[in-house]
Every structure is written in structure tokens, then in C-alpha cells.
């Protein structure tokens, strides 16, 4: 990681490689902290993304600090941030690039982890299972993703589901997870302080914090997985819980309501999406404790086998 | 995605005063890729790259302009005869408002333009 501190890195993450650039310390000291253990890619592999963030004016890098993402777009997407939230410029500015610019996979806006299994004494390899989890922002499906990779399921991405139409394997993209506000504490009481960045107060999203992703999910960040099981989780405080099963024309409307790029993709997204609504158990939950939305999870994958 | 397609749909739509004599018409049914769920289809136009979901009586409509093209009259007379006991006040306007969603979807033009 030596290298980002001489302004520039290349690392991989899921089927990616990813330039980054920067000359900020504060966040090259941020990067390092919560992409620990990422591998780093080769001098000759390809660059599927470049991303420079750095600060607006020569003025703005020492006064009052505020940068700004550049991804070679001519018109620029992004805004600028004050300086202390420089991590969040390049976490954006990664999420937006692999958004318009990965088309050889059909995106869904949404947590995925996945199940492993040993291979039986015979040696045959059961094929990870993967649940896809959607919905709307503030929905609980980034806390749900933090839950689960941290307890038996490898994370696949809590912001992008990346799928080959043409296997429907899903792929991972073990990005840090982002998670707000009241899920902060909810998951620091479980997994303790160290696999947390620092806070970033006064986004403007609320206070944020990136969970670090787990090592299982790094080194096993090439092993593709089966979807079986999509939810759309509802936190509903105080709310009983509550599972609707839901299918056929609707489950492909939901599904392809959280696809990216389903519009770019024509018939090949048509396709998969029709195929994985036969073939996939579709559900919403509604839960009141994070526990009680893992079980269920875990309850409906059983079923969905 | 031919050149000439947009001023057509655009004439169709300039035109598009859904009357009961004008003679629907579905242009390259074969652009069309249908996939079916209990009693929904779905529909996927590869001219326009939009998706439909279609209940039934949509489907029997676009299935019906698919063999012919049709008035709105020989539409509500063919699916009243396929739907008996359904209030025919209630069909011939379900009628008209598909048409309509058809026409502003560029799925159907009229059959002068063909």
C-alpha cells in the first residue's frame, strides 16, 4: 500500500482493478485504514476504473480543505466535500463509476451475501447460495448485509449486485459497507470498534461510518455464487414481524425496479431477470431487531433450497 | 433501432385521437419477447427497449392485433363474445384505455401508417 502514499494505487476488488489517486494525506490515511488486506493488482493487469479525488483549488488543499472526485467524466457527477469527508468523495465516486460503467454485468442496487459450503466426502462442491437484498435507502438492507457477513455468509457487496446474464453466477464486490446513523451502534455493540473507520459526522447522509470488510470476503473475492433467495427488508421499529411471500409478474417488477442498468442491457437483462423470477424465492420482510431479520433470512434460504 | 422509427411513432402519436374507426395495427411482432407468469405476460419490445407487464385482457388485445389489425368496435366484439358476462360499458372502456396505453407505449400504430 506503500504506493497510494507516492499518490497512486491499483487494487482489486471483485472482478474490478481500480486506480486510485490522491495526494491528500488524511485520505490516504483513510483508505489504508478500512481497505487493509485488499489484494493489490499487478503492474501489467487492466484498469477497469480511474479515480482521482483531490481538492477543488490549489486553495482549498491547505484552507478550510474541500475535495472533489474526478473520474474523467467532462461534466463531472460530483460535489465537492469538505476535506474530513474526502473517503466518502471516493467511495461515491467508485460506486458511480462501476454504475455506469460495468455493463458486462446486470447491476441491482442491493446487499448480497452468500452461503459456503464444504465440499461432501465424496469431494463434490455444492455451488454457493446467494440472497440478494433490496429496497429502498434507509430500508435496513445495508445493516442486514453487516449482520450477515459477520455471522456464517461472505459478503458480496452491501451496494452492488453484480450478475453474468449469461449463467446468472452472481460475483462479488467486497466493497467497506457503509452503514448510518442508529446502525452504527447497533453493529460497534456486536463487532467492536477496530473493523470500524473513524466517524464522519455531518454528511449528508448523517454521521456514517465504513465497516471493514470481512477477510473471508477478500480472499474469497473471485468465487461467483447462485442466487436463490431476493428479500426486500422494511425496518419497522416496534412493528410485528412479518414475511410476504410475492411472485410472478410483480417479483420481476420489484427486481427489475432495483436493477442499474437493466435499460442498457435490452433483452439480456429481460431474460435473466424472467429466468431468476422462476427460479428464485421472493419475499418482504418487515423486522423490528436486527437478530430477528437474520433469522428470518436464514429461515428463508433453508426453505428456498 | 432504424433512423425512420422515431417519425413514425411521433405522426402516430401527433394522430393519436383513439377513435372507435381507427384501424389498429402492431408493426414487427417479432421485436416482441414474451415470457408468462400465471396470468400476466411480459412483454420486452426490442424496438423501443422498454418492458411491459400485460394482465390478460391486454394480452388478448395485442394477441388479436397481432393476427389483424382491428377497430376498437371489432375488438370489443371479438373479446365480448371470449369474455361473456363481463359488463360491456366496463370492457369497452378497459378497451379504449389499453389502446391507449398501447398507442403512447409505441406498441401499436395506426394502420394507415403501415
Known amino acids: ?305 | 433501432m432504424g433512423s425512420g422509427r422515431r417519425p413514425i411513432i411521433g405522426r402516430a402519436r401527433y394522430f393519436s385521437v383513439i377513435e372507435a374507426s381507427t384501424v389498429w395495427h402492431l408493426p414487427e411482432p417479432g421485436s416482441l419477447v414474451w415470457r408468462s407468469f400465471d396470468s400476466y405476460s411480459l412483454l420486452f419490445n426490442e424496438r423501443s427497449g422498454d418492458t411491459h407487464v400485460l394482465d390478460p385482457l391486454s394480452r388478448e388485445i395485442l394477441d388479436l392485433l397481432m393476427e389483424a389489425p382491428h377497430d376498437e368496435t371489432s375488438l370489443v366484439r371479438e373479446l365480448s363474445s371470449l369474455m361473456e358476462g363481463q359488463d360491456p360499458a366496463k370492457l369497452e372502456a378497459a378497451i379504449h384505455e389499453t389502446l391507449e396505453a398501447f398507442d403512447s407505449a409505441g406498441l401499436i400504430i395506426p394502420a394507415y401508417f403501415s
Open chain 1, 1 to 305: 500500500m506503500r504506493g497510494l502514499r507516492r499518490g497512486t494505487l491499483k487494487f482489486k476488488v471483485g472482478p474490478f482493478v481500480a486506480r486510485i489517486g490522491t495526494t491528500y494525506p488524511l485520505l490516504q490515511q483513510d483508505f489504508l485504514d478500512i481497505y487493509e488486506g485488499y489484494p493489490l493488482a499487478a503492474p501489467e493487469d487492466f484498469v477497469h476504473f480511474n479515480l482521482k479525488v483531490g481538492p477543488v483549488s490549489l486553495l482549498r488543499r491547505w484552507f478550510r480543505p474541500k475535495v472533489i472526485a474526478d473520474g474523467g467524466f467532462v461534466a463531472s457527477p460530483f460535489v465537492p466535500l469538505p476535506g474530513d469527508l474526502a473517503i466518502l468523495a471516493l467511495e461515491m465516486g467508485l460506486n458511480w463509476q462501476v454504475g455506469t460503467k460495468s455493463d458486462q454485468f446486470l447491476i441491482f442496487h442491493s446487499g448480497v451475501v452468500a452461503k459456503d459450503f464444504e465440499p461432501s466426502a465424496t469431494g463434490e462442491v455444492r455451488p454457493s447460495r446467494a440472497v440478494l437484498m433490496a429496497g429502498q435507502s434507509g430500508a435496513g438492507k445495508s445493516t442486514l448485509t453487516a449482520g450477515l457477513a459477520y455471522n456464517g455468509w461472505r459478503l458480496f457487496s452491501d451496494e452492488f449486485a453484480l450478475m453474468d446474464t449469461s449463467d446468472l453466477q452472481l460475483y462479488p464486490y467486497p466493497r467497506p459497507i457503509s452503514l448510518k446513523n442508529q446502525s452504527i451502534e447497533v453493529m460497534v455493540e456486536r463487532l467492536g470498534e477496530e473493523v470500524f473507520s473513524r466517524p464522519y459526522l455531518d454528511t449528508p447522509k448523517g454521521t456514517i461510518r465504513y465497516l471493514k470488510a470481512p477477510g473471508d470476503s477478500l480472499r474469497n473475492g473471485d468465487r461467483p455464487a447462485r442466487l436463490d433467495l431476493v428479500v426486500f427488508p422494511e425496518y419497522s421499529p416496534g412493528a410485528p414481524a412479518q414475511v410476504a411471500e410475492f411472485e410472478g409478474a410483480e417479483a420481476f417488477a420489484m427486481l427489475r425496479g432495483a436493477s442499474v442498468n437493466c435499460d442498457r442491457l435490452g433483452q439480456a437483462a429481460f431474460d435473466a431477470i424472467s429466468d431468476l423470477t422462476g427460479r428464485c424465492k421472493f419475499f418482504h420482510l418487515q423486522y423490528d431487531t436486527l437478530d430477528m431479520a437474520m433469522r428470518m433470512v436464514e429461515d428463508l434460504m433453508e426453505e428456498a433450497a
